[in-house]
């Protein structure tokens, strides 16, 4: 079954952040699509450690196993579509979703790239400023892995838990997400996964010396 996965970068599990990640799911769950989402934002999260154990070991996996990273990555490579959620933290993303990007975007290099032809789009709240940037953060990790990202990300705009419900414009854009990313998903036959090479692991990323 066809699969998207979200990941909430904000402490706040019943925030704003997630309240943008629900409608987007909404819509896909409408269309008959599996959804699931990871709590990440508040729990203890490693950043990178730069090891490069990843590229020596490439088992899929990266060397810190006692926080949600694996999982992450693990269900990521499964799902089908992805959507990354942060709220604006000084102009950026979250540290729990930026310690993501690191280590999953690593691991991916080291494991040809198994994230290539899915389908992603961000959600970010923000009370002010730095959306844009914010989103960027998480767009150029999709990029980064040859990610499809169906039109611009998800921003809704609120401070406190709820506010953010009350932006018509930022809740139906989040409505359209879901249902672009639910269109693409279900006439996959067009963006076939099979029709994309995996390119073999990233050699030109640096090996540890010996
Ligand atoms: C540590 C911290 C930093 C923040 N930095 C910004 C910021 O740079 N720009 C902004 O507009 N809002 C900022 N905010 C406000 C949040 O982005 C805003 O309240 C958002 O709706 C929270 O989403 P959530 O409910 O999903 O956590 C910050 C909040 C916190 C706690």
């Known amino acids: ?25 909404g819509e896909l769950e409408k269309a008959g699509i599996e959804t699931e989402t990871i709590q990440l934002g508040g729990k203890k999260v490693h950043g990178c450690m730069a090891c490069m154990k990843c590229f020596e070991n490439r088992d899929g996996k990266c060397v810190i196993d006692d926080d949600l990273v694996n999982t992450c990555i693990k269900k990521m490579v499964k799902a089908d579509g992805i959507i990354l ?40 709240a923000v009370r002010r400023a730095g959306a844009s940037r914010t989103a960027d953060t998480m767009l150029h990790f999709f990029l980064a892995n040859d990610m499809l990202i169906p039109g611009l990300p998800v921003i809704g705009i609120g401070r406190d838990i709820g506010d953010v419900e009350r932006d018509e414009e930022g809740i139906g ?38």
């Open 1 to 25: 079954m066809t699969k998207v996965l979200a990941i909430n970068g904000s402490p706040r599990k019943d925030g704003n952040t997630s309240t943008l990640i629900r409608t987007i799911l």
């Open 85 to 124: 959620g942060s709220p604006v933290y000084f102009l950026d993303v979250t540290s729990e979703m930026k310690a993501l990007i690191d280590r999953a975007g690593f691991i991916s290099y080291a494991n040809g790239h198994p994230l290539q032809g899915k389908i992603g789009n961000a959600a970010v």
């Open 173 to 210: 854009h989040a409505h359209h997400v879901g249902q672009m990313m639910a269109r693409l998903l279900t006439h996959f036959d067009r963006y076939p996964l099979t029709a994309i090479t995996t390119p073999s692991t990233d050699e030109r990323m640096p090996k540890k010396k010996k």
